[in-house]
């Protein structure tokens, strides 16, 4: 899943066992409705460093797994936990930009030469089995 907002809250690393590590981020999302949501995400392991390039108040998007589970108090009580595990972080300027120009444009290349050129392999040329 994605999503996009402003990144508010940038934390630090918590190393919660020897063998795991963490960190949480808050993104605001539906900035312009009356009721914007400040949803926290989380990185773990290799990936807590991936909000460093990344400052507050600048528009991101996250790609994220939305992950759940159950657990048993000692009392018997049963509860439900979710997590949002953020596993990449793009500039939304930059897509912006990037789309904008396209990679494969070219001032030189008129669309329909270029789709003309090519049909006019021949067979021996092309990669297709038929």
């Known amino acids: 899943m994605e999503v996009t907002g402003i990144l508010k809250v940038k934390q630090e690393t918590q190393q919660v066992k020897d063998s795991f590590k963490k960190r949480e981020f808050v993104l605001t999302i539906d900035q312009t409705s009356q009721y914007p949501q400040h949803v926290t995400f989380q990185l773990t392991q290799d990936k807590t460093s991936i909000i460093d390039n990344y400052n507050v108040g600048e528009e991101i ?56 050129s090519d049909f006019s392999k021949t067979s021996a040329e092309d990669d297709l089995p038929f």
Do not use: C, M
């Open 61 to 116: 998007k996250v790609s994220f797994n939305l992950r759940g589970r159950e657990w048993t108090s000692p009392q018997g009580d049963i509860k439900y936990f979710n997590t949002i595990d953020a596993w990449r972080i793009e500039r939304v300027q930059n897509q912006k930009q990037a789309s904008a120009t396209p990679a494969n444009a070219s001032a030189d290349v008129n669309p329909a030469t270029a789709i003309v």
